[in-house]
C-alpha cells in the first residue's frame, strides 16, 4: 500500500520556525521526484519545493527560496520541509506528494501519482 504521511505541522508565531516531514512507503523512492504543496481553502495548490535521488539540488518557489529548505533521508524513506521566518501568509495545509521522475517534471505537472493527507499549519501574527 502506497503512504505518503506528513507530520510536524501546528501553530507558531511568526518569524518562527516549523520542520515537517513526509514518511514514504509502498513505491521505489530513489525513482519518483517528492515535493511539497499547500493549499488554502478557496485557492488553488501552489507548489513549493522538490527533491529527487535523479536531480542534483532541490528546486524551490520563488514564493519560499531562501526561507525554506527541503532535504531527504535516503535510509527512512523520508522527506523533510524545514520552514523559517514564517509569516502569517504560510498558513495552510501542507501535502507533501510524490510524481514518478524528476523535479522539473514534478514542479510542472499539476497533477501527482500520490499524495498525503496534508498537515495544517498555522501561522500567527
Known amino acids: 500500500e502506497v503512504q505518503l504521511v506528513e507530520s510536524g505541522g501546528g501553530l507558531v508565531q511568526a518569524g518562527g520556525s516549523l520542520r515537517l516531514s513526509c514518511a514514504a512507503s509502498?513505491?521505489?523512492?530513489?525513482?519518483?521526484?517528492i515535493g511539497w504543496f499547500r493549499q488554502v481553502p478557496g485557492k488553488g495548490r501552489e507548489k513549493l519545493g522538490c527533491?529527487?535521488?535523479?536531480?542534483?539540488?532541490?528546486y524551490y518557489a520563488d514564493s519560499v527560496k531562501g526561507r525554506f529548505t527541503i532535504s531527504s533521508d535516503n535510509a527512512k524513506n523520508t522527506v523533510y520541509l524545514q520552514m523559517n521566518s514564517l509569516k502569517p501568509e504560510d498558513t495552510a495545509v501542507y501535502y507533501c506528494?510524490?510524481?514518478?521522475?524528476?523535479?522539473?517534471?514534478?514542479?510542472?505537472?499539476?497533477?501527482?501519482?500520490?499524495r498525503g493527507q496534508g498537515t495544517q499549519v498555522f501561522v500567527s501574527s
Open positions: 506528494a510524490a510524481l514518478w521522475g524528476i523535479c522539473l517534471r514534478f514542479m510542472e505537472k499539476d497533477t501527482n501519482d500520490y
Open positions: 509502498g513505491f521505489r523512492f530513489d525513482d519518483y521526484a
Open positions: 527533491i529527487s535521488n535523479s536531480d542534483d539540488r532541490p
